[in-house]
């Protein structure tokens, strides 16, 4: 399974520079690869990395042991709300391996992808690739990125005209039902990872399906090890759905309601493809924790395997260099990035309603 450092490259085939994921020297994007690569921002942050995994892992380990240590009682069902963070940083980590921000070495990197998102999460990190890597490729565009496509939820009014049944009441009513929809992705994301099993090689398949069983495994002996049967369910529950929320709103305010290609129009080039369709979220060192330092999503669309603790120092370069071209540069703080966001969704049911 190919990394999500080609994120910018082309499904349909590409010159070299494309499937890189940067465009060709000579492009309008050029002027400032040259001065983000001018200060370093590309190189990778090894040790950052090492101190930030080995933190989350001892958050993780000093989580369960507390599970342990109150037993048998409904006071453990408190400790899901400090796991499912912990869970949410450790998908943030999995999703930098992917685009081999953390190492330049790629079978490390798909190491790491693999710890943190098959065994501790659960979750097929081929199958995040993939839908991730094609994200990347086209954010927004309604016939090629994944994440707009037609789904419990729709993006344009044209995918909302072709809803019946109980899908059509869901799309009328989807803007109020998001956050609550949220609650089940948790569970959706491990459901997805092990359908993706079929796609994949013999090889990496039965690695990808032996690390998700022995996470299902180990997590179920756990619960039912400390906890009555009722107690476990209603962790488990309530875990999934913390964590499905947690990680559904730092995701959410990236590209909903900002702008969508028109699929029969011009080819847009990798500056407009990748600032057009995404919005930054401002905010001080909590908003950048909670979001996981994505809301730097221009800079991060941009430049997809620059390490994550780089994308803030990038910003001022991408910002101005935005302004001295004329080029629109979204950004917002988080509540009116939610808002702007439920507005599209409420604009793409409206006409159902």
């Not at 082309?10 to 400032?32: C, H, K, N, Q, W």
């Not at 995994?53 to 369960?64: E, Q």
């Not at 999703?95 to 790491?112: E, F, K, M, T, V």
């Not at 999934?240 to 990236?254: I, Q, R, T, Y």
């Amino acid at each position: 399974m190919s990394q999500a450092t080609a994120t910018a490259a082309d499904p349909a085939g590409g010159s070299s520079s494309e499937r890189t994921g940067l465009p060709a020297v000579g492009s309008d994007f050029a002027p400032l690869l040259r001065a983000v690569k001018g200060q370093g921002l590309l190189e990778r942050r090894t040790g950052r990395y090492a101190i930030s995994i080995t933190a989350n892992l001892t958050a993780l380990g000093g989580v369960i042991d507390a599970f342990v240590l109150l037993g048998d009682t409904w006071w453990s069902l408190f400790l899901a709300l400090p796991l499912a963070v912990v869970w949410t940083r450790t998908a943030f980590i999995a999703h930098d391996a992917g685009h081999s921000q953390i190492s330049g070495d790629r079978r490390a990197s798909r190491l790491i992808g693999l710890v943190h998102a098959n065994l501790l999460l659960g979750m097929n990190e081929a199958w995040w690739n993939d839908k991730h890597v094609r994200h990347h490729a086209n954010p927004n565009h309604v016939d090629k990125d994944p994440d707009v496509g037609v789904g419990a939820l729709v993006w344009t009014q044209k995918q909302a005209a072709r809803r019946e049944g109980f899908a059509r009441r869901l799309t009328r009513n989807q803007a109020r039902l998001f956050f609550p929809m949220l609650l089940l992705e948790g569970i959706a994301l491990k459901i997805y990872g092990f359908r993706f099993l079929r796609h994949q090689p013999p090889r990496e398949r039965a690695v990808s399906a032996l690390l998700m069983t022995a996470h299902l495994a180990l997590y179920t002996t756990l619960l039912l090890t400390v906890l009555s049967p009722a107690k476990a369910l209603v962790f488990a529950l309530l875990l999934h759905a913390l964590f499905g929320l947690h990680l559904g709103m730092a995701f959410a305010p990236n590209h909903k309601g900002m702008e969508m290609p028109d699929p029969d129009g011009d080819r847009w080039g990798h500056l407009e493809r990748q600032v057009l369709t995404s919005r930054n979220v401002r905010g001080a060192l909590l908003t950048d924790w909670f979001l996981g330092g994505l809301n730097y999503q221009i800079e991060h669309h941009l430049f997809p395997s620059m390490p994550r603790p780089h994308l803030r120092l990038a910003q001022p370069l991408v910002k101005e260099y935005c302004r001295s071209i004329g080029m629109p540069y979204a950004e917002t703080g988080l509540v009116e990035s939610y808002r702007q966001a439920l507005a599209h969704m409420r604009e793409v049911g409206e006409p159902l309603r």
